[in-house]
Every structure is written in structure tokens, then in C-alpha cells.
């Protein structure tokens, strides 16, 4: 009888760590901070290998959660975890490609847009179209900062 209570006090004890140990691992993966970056990114020679080489190697840097390269703007938008990685790194990231060969600058566009346009913004206006592509026009036009 004194072994079964044992063996179901420790059952009691690991569940209760367990459950705890979840619980705990949860709410630091709730606690992510996103940030997004825009780089202009100088060197890039091609779409398909220097752009492509770019983007394979800022996603799989540890806190990238999305990273586009826009060629022919040559502007890196990087969406990540500010709490895993920060933007120095997403720089050295960029610059450490190719021994160098590649450098990148945090950008923002005139009207304040670090990231891409949000064409939402253009929603009920007249000439939605019109719109939009001043917004990008606006947002692709890039100055360091």
C-alpha cells in the first residue's frame, strides 16, 4: 500500500512540473516582440542569386519571422522577434554575405513607412489604384537614416 502512494505522490509531482514547465514556455513564446526593418541593400547584381541568397539567409537567422527582398528597390523588409535578434545583427547578417560584397543601411520612405505601403490606407478613395501607386512610389523612395 505505502509503494502505491508513493508512485502516485511522484505521478502528482512530475505531472504538476510538467503542466508548469508548458505553461511557462507558452507564455515566453506570447511574450515575442515584432519589429520590422527596412534595409537598402547595396551590391545585389541579379534577382535570382544575389536577391534570393539575401532573403535565404536573413530567414534563417534565429528570430526572423519574414524577410522579402525587393530587387529592383533594392530594400530588405525584415519582420522579427526585437527579443531573439536586433537590428545590428540583421545588418551584420547582410554584410557577413559573400565576405562582404553586399551593404545595407536601415532605411525609411518619406512618409515615415520603414515597411512596405499599407493599402488599406487607400480604401474609399475615388482612384484606388492611383492611390496605391503613389503610396508605393512614396514608400520605394528610401533615405538613411
Known amino acids: 500500500m505505502k509503494v502505491q502512494k508513493i508512485i502516485f505522490a511522484l505521478f502528482l509531482v512530475s505531472f504538476t512540473f510538467l503542466s508548469c514547465k508548458t505553461e511557462t514556455k507558452q507564455e515566453i513564446e506570447q511574450e515575442a516582440k515584432q519589429e520590422t526593418i527596412a534595409l537598402k541593400v547595396s551590391g545585389m547584381h541579379c534577382e535570382m ?54 551593404k545595407a543601411s536601415e532605411t525609411v520612405g518619406k512618409k515615415g513607412c520603414a515597411t512596405e505601403c499599407k493599402k488599406e490606407d487607400c480604401d474609399g478613395k475615388q482612384d484606388k489604384k492611383a492611390c496605391v501607386e503613389d503610396c508605393e512610389k512614396e514608400c520605394s523612395k528610401t533615405e538613411k537614416v
Open 49 to 102: 542569386s544575389c536577391a534570393s541568397t539575401i532573403q535565404s539567409k536573413l530567414a534563417k537567422k534565429k528570430g526572423v519571422i519574414d524577410a522579402k527582398i525587393v530587387f529592383n528597390d533594392s530594400i530588405a523588409t525584415i519582420q522579427y522577434d526585437a527579443n531573439k535578434t536586433n537590428k545590428k545583427e540583421l545588418i551584420a547578417v547582410v554584410e557577413g554575405i559573400g565576405d562582404g560584397l553586399y
